[in-house]
């Protein structure tokens, strides 16, 4: 595997359930970013780790857990979405926290019913 | 605040004919870089290019080559002899250079759809 990998690619789930997106980088990069891209609508930046560390969590609700347990991994969880938590969740990655070349992953198009 | 602006929200083509992307920005920075990305439908941000605020050459790239002009504070993006395989949504993207390591923000425009037609 080369560049960032995203599972799964596709995720239908209902407002009560408990899911988690994962995210997978093979650069050895430091920094790693979770973006939500919704129809009509610009990329908004959700979460921001550097070195395993939150360094930026841009007022997204509760109901969106990340989790960085190494450089490599990046996790989402998600609990009680709503319908307009409905987008296409793409995780990104860069050498450094200060180094704004980023690398997209494939991204995860979530449907929450 | 930083605002990237791209007008044209949708754009279809005959393979073969130029097509021209614009980009907008604002920015209070005087230095801030610019990208543009494109992305097809598999989903993935695919990184075409990154242009810092002091070097205003354009840029060409095969087929794609690039305008930037801080006095109109546009960065727009031209592609050559366009092919069915360019059909995708391209981004344009502002990064002010912040002291304290805060450049990976990146401010995305909304984004052009492209359609080549065979």
């Known amino acids: 595997e080369t560049g960032v990998t995203q599972t799964p690619r596709h995720l239908v789930m209902g407002m009560t359930n408990k899911k988690s997106l994962k995210c997978e980088q093979h650069?050895?990069?430091?920094?790693m970013y979770w973006y939500k891209q919704s129809a009509k609508k610009p990329l908004e930046l959700m979460f921001v780790?550097?070195?395993?560390?939150?360094?930026e969590n841009n007022s997204v609700p509760s109901r969106f857990s990340p989790e960085c347990p190494n450089s490599s991994h990046l996790f989402l969880h998600l609990h009680t979405l709503q319908p307009e938590d409905s987008a296409l969740y793409l995780c990104?990655?860069?050498?450094?926290?200060?180094?704004?070349?980023?690398?997209f992953g494939p991204g995860t198009r979530l449907t929450v019913l | 605040a930083q605002k990237v602006t791209q007008a044209q929200t949708e754009i279809s083509v005959v393979e073969k004919e130029d097509v021209t992307l614009d980009c907008v920005y604002e920015?209070?920075?005087?230095?801030?870089?610019l990208f543009w990305y494109k992305q097809p439908p598999s989903g993935e941000l695919v990184f075409l290019i990154r242009r810092n605020s002091f070097d205003e050459q354009n840029e060409i790239s095969g087929r794609y080559s690039w305008n930037f002009q801080k006095s109109t504070s546009s960065f727009n993006f031209t592609i050559t002899a366009s092919q069915v395989v360019d059909s995708a949504v391209y981004f344009c993207?502002?990064?002010?250079?912040?002291?304290?390591?805060?450049?990976?923000?990146?401010?995305f425009g909304k984004g052009t759809l492209l359609t080549v037609n065979p």
């Open positions: 780790y550097s070195l395993e560390e939150r360094v």
């Open positions: 993207a502002l990064s002010e250079a912040e002291s304290g390591g805060s450049n990976y923000k990146l401010t």
């Open positions: 650069l050895g990069h430091n920094a």
């Open positions: 920015t209070r920075d005087t230095t801030y870089y």
């Open positions: 990104a990655s860069s050498q450094d926290q200060g180094d704004n070349e980023q690398f």
